[in-house]
T-cell receptor, first 114, second 110 residues
Framework: KAGVTQTPRYLIKTRGQQVTLSCSPI?????VSWYQQTPGQGLQFLFE???????NKGNFPGRFSGRQFSNSRSEMNVSTLELGDSALYLC?????????????FGDGTRLSIL | AQRVTQPEKLLSVFKGAPVELKCNYS??????LFWYVQYSRQRLQLLLR??SRESIKGFTADLNKGETSFHLKKPFAQEEDSAMYYC????????????FGPGTSLSVIP
């Protein structure tokens, strides 16, 4: 099976712009989660989608949003970018049903804000 | 509050020595805990999960509900164990949110 694929791998934006990141989960996986990873805060949960519905979200401002399509692919959008949004954004997928499902991670998208 | 702590940011041990990576959690429900590992230039990947009670690459972890801990142990460290280790707690009504600890960087000295 192909692993979790995230595009693009690198992005450079300026303050005030918006950005959309994409994640294709492992075939058959219906849950997609997004994380922000920074040296100072570590791995922080952004949100999780299952069957096109957001089931949970972390403590991030409304500028961070996401969606999931019927084929389980997911996108994450950040509007009005700030310098502090510079981070590695990781996507992870899992089957999504039942407890204790391990997550499979992508390589991430490294976002730099100038 | 739901929280995972890993008190050691960096841990160095000699090859062949025992290693213990500490993890403590705070959660009022029944915990589902994992250890993830990230080797240099590789993706974050699952190492082991508490419900399977298995040993992976010589590592084991026991859930201690009384001490709210899930420490990762290996009796004899190998150089290839050098990596970043994250303890993770799954919460949410559908197990839909993962809270990661800050991570411990393990360095095995040859």
């Amino acid at each position: 099976k192909a692993g979790v694929t995230q595009t693009p791998r690198y992005l450079i934006k300026t303050r005030g712009q918006q950005v959309t990141l994409s994640c294709s989960p492992i075939s058959g996986h219906r849950s997609v989660s997004w994380y922000q990873q920074t040296p100072g805060q570590g791995l922080q949960f952004l949100f999780e989608y299952f069957s096109e519905t957001q089931r949970n979200k972390g403590n991030f401002p409304g500028r961070f949003s996401g969606r999931q399509f019927s084929n389980s692919r997911s996108e994450m959008n950040v509007s009005t970018l700030e310098l502090g949004d510079s981070a590695l954004y990781l996507c992870a997928s899992s089957p999504g049903q039942g407890g204790g499902q391990p997550q499979h991670f992508g390589d991430g998208t490294r976002l730099s804000i100038l | 509050a739901q929280r995972v702590t890993q008190p050691e940011k960096l841990l160095s041990v000699f090859k062949g020595a025992p290693v213990e990576l500490k993890c403590n959690y705070s959660y009022s429900g029944s915990p589902e805990l994992f250890w993830y590992v990230q080797y240099s230039r590789q993706r974050l990947q699952l190492l082991l999960r508490h419900i399977s009670r298995e040993s992976i690459k010589g590592f084991t972890a026991d859930l201690n509900k009384g001490e709210t801990s899930f420490h990762l142990k290996k009796p004899f460290a190998q150089e290839e164990d050098s990596a970043m280790y994250y303890c993770a707690l799954i919460v949410g009504t559908s197990y839909d949110k993962v809270i990661f600890g800050p991570g411990t960087s393990l360095s095995v000295i040859p």
